[in-house]
């Protein structure tokens, strides 16, 4: 990515939205926080794109008024050694009582489900896996800027090195995640949310299996302001158990839920490009958060 693509994306990040003082979600501007990502490129280990939207990420958080803290770490393979850095931006650090609302920005190295196999070893775009995390929590920035929850401090925490995992080895994934719930750079939260794969046009959430076993107050509780909202993206059903970055923050113990919708035909192939992704979709979950965030019912 050239240095003057940089820069442009600079400018345009200098100053903090600070319209959100009625706490509506923003999904226009989401959707933008997605895009710009992907015109980075493939944000995959050892890219250019991926030190740059680390600056990207950093310098919204700082616009925003986060305390912002990075943590590096490594992780081996038999042939290789990855190099991550999780982010963290702090809202009202002084509140003991913690949120932490999660979502990995790295994209997978390899195509490796596209169909045409010469697509491989190619690098994917992650505009639903990958991006549309990173602009839920983004655009959640915006709003906590101007408006203090009553209950929670809050950290945003951008996971590194998710994608990187082999499919038959549960632990080769989540990785930025297993670090940072050993490692953690703030108190301790009460509640966990990881929000993955949230941008598909036809987005359908269960309620994910590990999530609604562990944490099932939580889970119904944010699925009751998702329907108070008029949201059809929520489902009571009990899906799949997906291996993501909630489980990490499970094994030590911690309430933690993963929003995900896991039946998308573009994962994991060189197809998952923005067009495929909606600002509804953005909307119905970033709003769903807020609402909890800070106990507003419409």
Not at 127 to 137: E, F, T
Not at 255 to 280: E, L, R, V
């Amino acid at each position: 990515m050239k240095k003057i693509t940089y820069l442009l994306f600079l400018l345009i990040l200098l100053g903090c939205d600070k319209s959100a003082s009625n706490m509506s979600f923003d999904a226009d501007q989401a959707y933008t926080f997605l895009t710009e990502q992907c015109d980075l490129g493939p944000r995959n280990p050892g890219s250019e794109a991926i030190m740059l939207v680390r600056d990207y990420i950093k310098n919204n958080l700082e616009q925003c008024g986060a305390e912002v803290k990075t943590q590096d770490f490594s992780v081996d393979d038999s042939t290789t050694t990855y190099y991550g850095t999780n982010i963290v931006g702090s809202f009202y650090p002084r509140n003991p009582k913690r949120l932490l609302i999660g979502a990995h920005y790295d994209t997978r190295p390899w195509a490796d489900k596209d169909k045409d196999e010469k697509n491989h070893d190619k690098p994917i775009m992650g505009a639903n896996d990958g991006a549309s995390g990173v602009a839920v929590l983004l655009e959640l920035a915006s709003i906590l800027a101007d408006n203090q929850p009553k209950q929670y401090g809050v950290d945003l925490v951008f996971f590194d090195l998710e994608d990187i995992g082999k499919y038959n080895d549960s632990e080769s994934w989540s990785n930025g995640a297993q670090y940072y719930a050993k490692n953690m750079l703030t108190d301790k939260p009460e509640y966990v949310i990881v929000v993955d794969m949230i941008g598909d046009d036809d987005l359908h959430i269960p309620m994910e299996y590990y999530s609604y076993h562990s944490a099932p107050e939580l889970l119904k509780k944010l699925v009751d302001f998702a329907e108070a909202r008029g949201f059809d993206q929520f489902s009571r059903q009990v899906g799949q158990p997906i291996v993501d970055d909630h489980l990490p923050f499970l094994k030590e113990g911690l309430k933690a839920i993963d929003f995900i919708d896991f039946d998308y035909t573009y994962w994991h192939t060189m197809y998952d490009t923005p067009d495929k992704c909606s600002p509804k979709s953005l909307k119905a979950v970033g709003q769903t958060l807020i609402d909890f965030i800070y106990e507003k019912k419409k």
